[in-house]
């Protein structure tokens, strides 16, 4: 028999659509908190709290409803509004800081790309742009000059970095066997980024722990004597948030 407490919950989710902010709006952090003290935890504690407020809906009724998605995503997409347009301002600040840091000859083009790529962790176009105008130099200058380096990368990379080691010790310890299955689990080759911007996989030629072979590093943390089912699980673990 249908609960009290599901039947009201029906009722209310039928007055949904002349009611589509709800009341649930006010439940999250109100966009007016980061006007005046923004950062990038603001961001976090906006995204943060919509997840939340999803998780305590199914865990007190056991299923998440159309209605109950969708009046969360309005929620956040209005406490969102003002943030990318800030979001971007402080962008070009930060990269006209990194850019006038360095004194104005072409001989510090490198040096400034490699700080501009530290810091946004690849050269997008309009960077690429700010940087050729800075120092005088034609656009493709820069491009021809970023391009000779394999350092350098010109999409913006995945939550988490995925690079596997291609050296002599771990290809002779079944290290082409990892990347073969990193590539199908991800359904990604080396040098993509997955549709949901989770993983960038990566291969390079050593990574100073031939010991380990084979060996993968997750992010920061180095993984060694692999096998290809526990790297498996050890993508899943990171993809659900797992350390």
């Not at 790309?113 to 810091?119: C, D, G, T």
């Not at 995925?162 to 990193?182: M, P, R």
């Not at 997955?194 to 010991?211: I, N, Y």
């Amino acid at each position: 028999m249908e609960s009290q407490k599901t039947k009201n919950r029906k009722e209310s989710e039928e007055d949904f659509d002349d009611n589509p902010t709800g009341s649930m709006s006010t439940v999250l952090v109100d966009k007016e908190e980061i006007d005046d003290h923004f950062d990038y935890e603001a961001i976090d504690g906006i995204i943060e709290s919509s997840g939340r407020i999803l998780k305590e809906i199914q865990n007190k009724y056991n299923y998440l409803s159309k209605n109950d998605i969708k009046q969360v995503t309005i929620s956040l997409n209005e406490a969102l509004s003002d943030v990318f347009p800030i979001l971007e301002e402080i962008d070009e600040r930060i990269l006209e800081g990194i850019i006038f840091a360095k004194e104005r000859k072409a001989t510090n083009l490198i040096p400034i790309l490699q700080a501009v790529q530290e810091h946004f962790d690849y050269l997008s176009k309009m960077t690429m742009k700010r940087i050729s105008e800075y120092l005088d130099l034609s656009l493709n200058e820069v491009y021809s000059v970023a391009t000779f380096y394999t350092q350098f990368k010109y999409e913006k990379p995945g939550e988490h970095q995925i690079t596997l080691c291609s050296g002599t010790a771990c290809f002779v310890k079944g290290g082409n066997i990892l990347l073969d299955a990193a590539e199908k689990h991800l359904n990604i080759k080396s040098g993509e980024t997955t549709e949901d911007r989770m993983f960038t996989l990566e291969t390079v030629s050593c990574m100073g722990c031939c010991a380990l072979a084979p060996a993968v590093m997750i992010d920061d943390e180095i993984h060694g004597h692999l096998k290809p089912s526990k790297l498996i699980k050890l993508l899943q673990k990171t993809r659900k948030g797992g350390s």
